[in-house]
Every structure is written in C-alpha cells, then in structure tokens.
Nanobody, 131 residues
C-alpha cells in the first residue's frame, strides 16, 4: 500500500521551531517531487514548499522563505520541513504529497506548488503557533 505519513506537529510559541517529517511507505520517494501544503481554518489549502525529484531544486512560498527549509533523506525515505521563527499565521494542518509520476517534465522542472499536480496525500499534522 502506497502511503505518506506526517509527524512532528504540535503547539509552539511564536519564534519557536518545529520539524515535520513525511515518511513514505510502499514506494521509493526519491524518484518523485514531494511537497508540503497547509490549510488554516476557513482558508484554502496552499503550497508551502517542495523538493524536486533530483533533490536539488526546491521551491517556497514567499511568506516562509528564509524561515522554512525542506530536505530529503533518501536512506530514511523521508522528507523533512524544518520550520523556524514560527508565527501565529503559520498555524494550520500541514500535509505532504507526492506526484507519483515520472516523466521528462517531472524530472526536469522545479517542483510546483500547485495541489493539482500531486496524486498521493498524507493525513496531515496540526501545527499551532500560539503564546
């Protein structure tokens, strides 16, 4: 069974840090882009960051640049999202997703932050930033 499982969410004070993990099972995630999305109450889901299948190209939304870092551990079949200097507006359910397609396009492009490009999703983990 192909599956993504997130962990690492929790309650943190403003300015604090969390590291989210996205573990893949049933397939080798190295070949695919992995993205993190978030959805706050009453808001649409938005792409936060992604890492391309080559593990070199990354992409971030403007509001998290310089604070969040995405990385991949191939041996652990896991992608991480290190979140520093957290703000109350970062509060949301964070989900990871993968495209599960290998094409010339997916192998050569910088990963997109469009949720329609991703096929397999995890269940999500809650991140709450509050004092």
């Amino acid at each position: 069974q192909l599956q993504l499982v997130e962990s690492g969410g929790g309650l943190v004070q403003p300015g604090g840090s969390l590291r989210l993990s996205c573990g893949a099972s049933g397939f080798t995630s190295d070949y695919y882009a992995i993205a993190w999305f978030r959805q706050a109450p009453g808001k649409e889901r938005e792409g936060v960051s992604c890492i391309s299948s080559n593990s070199e190209d990354t992409n971030y939304i403007e509001s998290v640049k310089g604070r969040f870092t995405i990385s991949r551990d191939k041996a652990m079949n896991t992608v991480y999202l290190q979140m520093n200097s957290l703000k109350p507006e970062d509060t949301a359910v964070y989900s990871c997703a993968t495209e599960l397609r290998v094409t010339i396009t997916t192998m050569t492009r910088v990963c997109p932050l469009d949720l329609n490009e991703y096929d397999l999703w995890g269940q999500g983990t809650q991140v709450t930033v509050s004092s």
